[in-house]
């Protein structure tokens, strides 16, 4: 099944790659390098293809496949433009909750799907502090997207979304770390929280990945 979903995610990665520079530039017209297709052709036959493997054999699996592909377009559209556009990560939250739902009801245990929403809505108020605390380090996008990234880690529990978090703090500690060595961002450089927020995310659905 992992190599199913994976083809699906290589056959959806031209058209994630076109949504994703059209929302960056706001272009309708906008198109793709052959590099970022490449590219994204690759990170979504990932994400999509990791969902098996992180699900399971159960209905949940539609729901993190079609985050792995909403994770790579916020991925990308936040690194282009440092926004995170609802226009994906509302149908993201809407699929993947009604697919929890169904998942529930079907496999079970319903306390699992009240765990994922109050995560969901947990991070997101969460999330809403720190932006009034610093406004200009952490937007609405990242707000929403925590909202996102509860739902989907709180369903594997409380331990998966803290790690979930940490691991994608820490790892955009150390990715800012990395271009100020490298001389390409300062102190004071706009850092895009997206990127790192998801690849802790995955980090922590592998660790949390039934055998």
């Not at 799907?113 to 720190?130: E, M, N």
């Not at 802790?200 to 659905?205: E, F, S, T």
């Amino acid at each position: 099944m992992t190599w199913l979903f994976a083809a699906v995610g290589l056959v959806l990665g031209p058209w994630l790659a076109a949504v994703t520079v059209r929302l960056a530039t706001r272009d309708p017209a906008a198109r793709p390098a052959p590099g970022r297709v490449l590219l994204t052709c690759l990170l979504s036959a990932a994400a999509v293809g990791a969902a098996p493997v992180l699900a399971g054999d159960r209905p949940a699996v539609l729901a993190l496949a079609w985050f792995g592909g909403a994770a790579v377009v916020l991925a990308g559209v936040d690194l282009a433009s440092h926004r995170l556009p609802d226009r994906v990560t509302f149908p993201a939250v809407a699929v993947c909750a009604a697919v929890l739902v169904v998942d529930a009801a079907v496999v079970g245990p319903w306390g699992a799907l009240l765990r994922a929403v109050a995560a969901g809505v947990g991070a997101y108020l969460l999330g809403t502090v720190a932006r009034l605390v610093q406004p200009r380090g952490f937007g609405g996008g990242d707000v929403k997207l925590l909202g996102l990234l509860g739902l989907v880690l709180g369903r594997a529990g409380w331990d998966v979304l803290v790690a979930g978090v940490f691991a994608g703090l820490l790892i955009g500690a150390l990715g800012s770390l990395l271009l100020m060595a490298l001389g390409r961002a300062g102190w004071r450089t706009a850092v895009a929280f997206g990127p790192p927020l998801l690849a802790g995310a995955y980090v922590a659905l592998a660790l949390a990945a039934p055998s």
